[in-house]
């Protein structure tokens, strides 16, 4: 089992930068494919991002790519989004997941959620 717990969310202006982090428990961080997703209010949580276990291929929602970066750190248990030109749309709860087999490109194929950051862009 693993436990997630991310950082980094707050309120930034259009056009800005966040970097929300997700710091993992246990020593088995390398055996997971990691992920974020967000919910907005009254949608459903959907896939942002997600990331192989040895980091070697990305995967992007088409709305984030070129615009989000996800990344991980298997030293420091912890995998990264990098997010740049933000819109008032990005504004949400970012999750981070995990999965033990396939990366965590759909809620289905998550196995561990973290609580969630909330990430405010004002207009």
């Known amino acids: 089992q693993v436990q997630l717990v991310e950082s980094g969310g707050g309120l930034v202006q259009a056009g800005g930068s966040l970097r929300l982090s997700c710091a993992a428990s246990g020593r088995t961080f390398s055996r997971y494919a990691m992920g974020w997703f967000r919910q907005a209010p009254g949608k459903e949580r959907e896939f942002v991002a997600a990331i192989t276990r040895s980091g070697d291929a990305l995967y992007y929602a088409d709305s984030m790519k070129g615009r989000f970066t996800i990344s991980r750190d298997n030293a420091k248990n912890t995998v990264y989004l990098q997010m740049n030109s933000l819109k008032s749309e990005d504004t949400a709860v970012y999750y981070c997941?995990?999965?033990?087999?396939?990366?965590?490109?759909?809620?289905?194929?998550?196995?561990?959620w973290g609580q969630g950051t909330q990430v405010t862009v004002s207009s």
């Open positions: 997941a995990a999965a033990g087999g396939s990366p965590p490109t759909s809620v289905s194929r998550t196995d561990y």
